[in-house]
């Protein structure tokens, strides 16, 4: 069992920045791929960014791009989130992930462990 926590989120506003932090415990998650998804309000939960742990090669969705990071430190066991030019669509709670499977996906069926959630709100 993987138990994720996320830390970081909170109001900023647009045009701002914020690092958003994800603490694994219970395994290592060196041999796992590691993702951030986020929910708005009434919308689907969708994939913002993955990282893998094979190569370390980074995946986002077409609207974070060029403004999100993300990064692992296998040896602190940790995710980070990186996030610059907020804006008002990127309202949402964040939520960390990790999946055995070495290839990444874009979608959340199947994913093996989730985290609870933090909130991210943007003020335009």
């Known amino acids: 069992q993987v138990q994720l926590v996320e830390s970081g989120g909170g109001l900023v506003q647009a045009g701002g920045s914020l690092r958003l932090s994800c603490e694994a415990s219970g395994r290592t998650i060196g041999m796992y791929t590691m993702y951030w998804f986020r929910q708005a309000q009434g919308k689907e939960r969708e994939f913002v960014a993955a990282i893998s742990w094979t190569d370390g090669t980074t995946y986002y969705r077409d609207s974070v791009k060029g403004r999100f990071t993300i990064a692992r430190d296998n040896a602190k066991n940790t995710v980070d989130l990186q996030m610059n030019s907020l804006n008002s669509e990127d309202t949402a709670i964040y939520y960390c992930?990790?999946?055995?499977?070495?290839?990444?996906?874009?979608?959340?069926?199947?994913?093996?462990?989730w985290g609870k959630g933090t909130l991210v709100t943007v003020s335009s």
């Open positions: 992930a990790a999946d055995r499977n070495p290839f990444y996906r874009r979608t959340t069926s199947g994913i093996d462990y």
